[in-house]
């Protein structure tokens, strides 16, 4: 039988003194007797190094600890990670999964020893999540296809997705597969998952896409920033910046010097802070037994879950100034790093 949540808070202080207590119902759990184990993905990019410091500022306020571990998008490895934090008797998980079907198990593990689990980013689809926190993906999808169309028309559009394992990947292109089934005249000449978002398989993806259509390439809607990168040194070796369309996600410097270069088109900005806040409040409020607040209930196969939705918006030339002087967090990035030039936003 699942055990309330807040028995495995109250584990650590009890079970040395070798006695048991009950507490009633909303009985608040004790803010130094609380840990939450956070399970990333990985930590490649700078967004995630955000994500920490959002948690950390919450937990902080909260008076929670936090235990991270990276597995570096080995779903092996997270695996033994989350086994590890388990071990260490947290009182709630934090879950950025590497593989949306594998991780059903770290999920039910957990929660058979009354441990409530926040998925965060990507969902699973092998088991039921205790509460969802995740950008608005559809609408990422969404964002990029329509911004594509609107640059490109009926031409030719080679469709980079993130790894097929992983849920926002699965969400966004299924936004991509709506925006286009209601443009029929747009021609798909590639359209696929990239394993492991691999920059470098994108840029020979691309490049192979090109030579097979003479350069006749219209747009290039690709998932995240990593992979575009990828995908703009294959545009730059053709000299075709500026002339064909290009997405990203996720907001990266690198990606926002390619937008003020005109070599990439846009990118989709998540509320990162937001985001990293909102799945630290909701793991300490499930700790407590108390139900935290939900924007939708999403479907993610293995049943419907409470979930927020943490908004998105575009970046683009038109834009960009005004994002990397008021939008972006503090420290993401400057207008030195993107332009060149501390002068070029006055």
């Keep these: 039988m699942k055990m309330p949540f807040k028995t495995s808070a109250y584990r650590k202080a009890v079970v040395?003194?070798?006695?048991?207590?009950?507490?009633?119902?909303?009985?608040?759990?004790?803010?130094?007797?609380?840990?939450?184990?956070?399970a990333m993905?990985?930590?490649?990019?700078?967004?995630?190094?955000?994500?920490?410091?959002a948690m950390e500022a919450e937990a902080a306020k909260l008076g929670v600890k936090l235990i991270f571990q990276y597995a570096n998008s080995d779903p092996s490895l997270q695996t033994s990670q989350v086994e590890n934090?388990?071990?260490?008797?947290?009182?709630?998980?934090?879950?950025?999964?590497?593989d949306r079907e594998a991780a059903g198990a770290l999920v039910k593990s957990a929660q058979?020893?009354?441990?409530?689990?926040?998925?965060y980013d990507g969902g699973t689809t092998t088991a039921k999540l205790d509460y969802f926190v995740t950008r608005d993906n559809a609408s990422v999808g969404t964002l990029q296809a329509d911004a594509a169309i609107a640059f490109a028309g009926n031409g030719n559009y080679a469709i980079f997705k993130g790894d097929s394992g992983n849920d926002v990947a699965q969400t966004i292109a299924g936004s991509y597969e709506k925006v286009f089934k209601e443009h029929a005249d747009a021609k798909i000449v590639f359209d696929q998952f990239?394993?492991?978002?691999?920059?470098?398989?994108?840029?020979?993806?691309?490049?192979?896409?090109l030579s097979a259509n003479n350069d006749q390439v219209n747009a290039f809607v690709v998932t995240n920033d990593g992979m575009a990168t990828?995908?703009?040194q294959a545009i730059r070796s053709r000299n075709l910046a500026g002339k064909v369309f290009l997405s990203g996600l996720d907001g990266e410097t690198a990606n926002l010097r390619l937008i003020a270069e005109g070599v990439q088109t846009m990118t989709a900005w998540t509320d990162l802070v937001d985001h990293g806040r909102a799945?630290?409040?909701?793991?300490?409020?499930?700790?407590?037994?108390?139900?935290?607040?939900?924007?939708v209930m999403l479907d993610l196969s293995a049943g419907e879950v409470p979930t927020h939705l943490v908004p998105i918006s575009s970046i683009n030339k038109d834009n960009l100034c005004k994002f990397v002087t008021t939008d972006a967090p503090k420290g993401w990035t400057s207008v030195e790093e993107v332009f060149g030039s501390a002068d070029a936003c006055k």
């Design 230 to 232: 990828g995908v703009a």
């Design 16 to 38: 040395c003194l070798g006695f048991s207590v009950i507490f009633a119902p909303g009985t608040a759990v004790a803010e130094d007797d609380v840990t939450i184990g956070v």
């Design 279 to 295: 799945a630290v409040r909701a793991a300490a409020a499930l700790v407590k037994n108390e139900v935290p607040e939900h924007d």
């Design 41 to 53: 993905n990985r930590q490649a990019e700078r967004r995630w190094a955000v994500d920490r410091e």
């Design 194 to 209: 990239i394993s492991g978002w691999s920059p470098s398989t994108a840029q020979a993806n691309a490049e192979n896409v």
């Design 85 to 98: 934090l388990l071990s260490q008797q947290v009182d709630a998980l934090i879950l950025v999964p590497v």
């Design 112 to 119: 058979a020893d009354g441990i409530p689990v926040v998925g």
